[in-house]
């Protein structure tokens, strides 16, 4: 398994804006500058390395971005994304996080659900959240208890049963 680093070395690599431009090219910057001004980013997780946000536009996208030795590896669930594209939505998401993880404002604590409401933009600059008190959930729970919440979870995603039934199939591990 690759070795997965810290989210700091990814805010490192995100805050060259210079490399983010070329990766994605002048004119998916320029829409993916636009997506952050806007507040498109909705939400930012970050766990085991990983980042996760939710992109808000004509339709909801998952962005995820990680470091994988000391390449930065991403995903995006749009079309744009799935040709392994470095697409508007992950412009967006490197905006909004660095913004997000620079500010003094915002620390990191996932018990904090107050939200900054930002009166110019008319709504909440998304804080990043961790996935702590989840895994200390997930890792006191009985396996039976397990099974029914993933159960519950591929009941209500489409995106997780299409997950689960590829596993169950050993076509993912
Ligand atoms: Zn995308």
Not at 17 to 25: D, I, V
Not at 44 to 66: F, I, N, P, Q, S
Not at 154 to 168: C, F, M, V
Request: proline share 3%.
């Amino acid at each position: 398994m690759a070795k997965r680093l810290m989210p700091e070395k990814l805010l490192q690599s995100l805050r060259d804006e210079k490399r983010l431009r070329e990766l994605a090219g002048a004119k998916s910057y320029e829409r993916g500058e636009g997506y952050y001004e806007q507040g498109a980013v909705r939400s930012l997780v970050t766990h085991a390395g990983k980042l996760a946000a939710r992109v808000e536009g004509t339709e909801d996208y998952t962005v995820v971005m990680w470091m994988e030795n000391d390449v930065l590896r991403f995903t995006c669930s749009c079309p744009v994304g799935e040709r392994e594209e470095f697409c508007k939505h992950c412009v967006a998401t490197a905006l909004t996080y660095i913004e997000a993880a620079t500010s003094p404002a915002t620390p990191e604590d996932e018990d904090d659900d107050e939200e900054d409401f930002d009166d110019e933009l008319g709504y909440a600059r998304p804080k990043v959240q961790t996935l702590n008190a989840v895994q200390s959930y997930l890792a006191s729970c009985r396996k039976e208890q397990l099974v029914e919440l993933l159960l519950d979870v591929a009941l209500q995603s489409d995106e997780w049963r299409a997950r689960l039934k590829r596993k169950a199939c050993g076509r993912e591990r």
